[in-house]
């Protein structure tokens, strides 16, 4: 049961988001356009049903941004992408073209075409998460540079002419980063991910949001998850549990769409936190 699991973390595709605790065998997602000397870390997973890779991709993640930049609200670009446009074509020779080509799309256009959609979801995850790190180093130095700053000036932290809290809550407005909601990049990890492999989540919010939706999960003892993990030795107690699910029933607990080939594809969840950050309720087996 506990040999051959491929470990993939999600939602994150950095290390530097990733907690610093897990073992190095737990990987993390290529989405298909890591530079090259990011390509030899053996940590990253990068399937083989991609559509794009390497310098595809990040050129289909420009055009997509540059595309994505037109519109005032992201409302319009989905109505736009979404084909409603159509509707200005009912009637003519457009839209009897349009069923024709449409009607001959085999299945394999059809999958390509999901793959499509779910690498473009995994790209832009990827690259919000690259501002993120981008900002939090940013957000370090100019930490850094207040601080040693106020100690040049001889500056405490009650000193109410000093930098302190007034700049503390100015640089967390002005320095917000962007994030991707995690619901999105379901779908796109379980499409890429391999049989006999785990979504390792770390995040205690995640586990608290499909609990809400009715998810029990099942505590792993620590001997397995030693079995999981025979060569790592956690720095603290770890809170571990165990599930395995249909795609379709793991939609359920995340509120996400399942697109209807991924239904029966079973999916393994693997969570691990810290003690102090438990899972609430866990059933045994």
């Keep these: 049961m506990y040999k051959n699991i491929a470990m ?12 610093g605790y897990l073992p190095s ?3 993390l997602m290529d989405p298909g356009h890591m530079r090259s000397a990011e390509d030899s870390q053996p940590r990253y997973f990068r399937s083989t049903d991609l559509v794009y890779e390497d310098r595809l991709a ?13 519109f005032k609200h992201a409302s319009e670009a989905a ?10 074509f009912s009637g003519s020779m457009q839209e ?33 998460e690259e501002q993120m790190v ?15 700053f106020e100690e040049n000036l001889g500056m405490s932290d009650d000193d109410q002419h000093g930098f302190g809290p007034d700049f503390c ?4 407005k002005s320095l917000s980063s962007p994030t991707m909601d995690w619901h999105r990049l379901v779908a796109p990890f379980v ?67 399942v697109p209807g080939d991924l239904r029966a594809k079973e999916v393994l969840l693997l969570g691990m936190t810290k003690s102090c950050e438990a899972v609430k309720g866990p059933k045994t087996k």
Aim: charged share 25%; hydrophobic share 40%.
């Design 8 to 19: 993939i973390h999600f939602p994150f595709m950095h290390v530097e988001l990733v907690p």
């Design 25 to 27: 065998s737990i990987m």
């Design 58 to 70: 990040r050129k289909f993640l420009e055009d997509s941004l540059q595309f994505g930049a037109q």
């Design 79 to 88: 109505y736009y992408q979404a084909g409603k446009m159509n509707d200005f």
């Design 96 to 128: 009897i073209k349009s069923e024709i080509l449409s009607s001959q799309k085999d299945d394999a256009e059809e999958l390509k075409k999901k793959r499509f959609d779910a690498q473009l979801l995994l790209l832009l995850g990827f690259h919000l």
């Design 134 to 148: 981008e900002l939090g180093t940013l957000e370090n130095r100019i930490t850094t540079s207040v601080r040693d």
């Design 169 to 172: 809550a100015y640089k967390q």
């Design 191 to 257: 499409r890429f991910v391999p049989e006999n492999c785990a979504l390792v989540i770390t995040d205690p919010l995640i586990w608290a949001s499909m609990q809400e939706q009715g998810l029990q999960p099942t505590s792993l003892a620590s001997d397995k998850l030693a079995a999981l993990f025979p060569d790592w030795t956690p720095p603290f107690a770890i809170s571990s549990t165990m599930d395995s699910m249909s795609f379709e029933e793991l939609g359920v607990y995340t509120r996400v769409k």
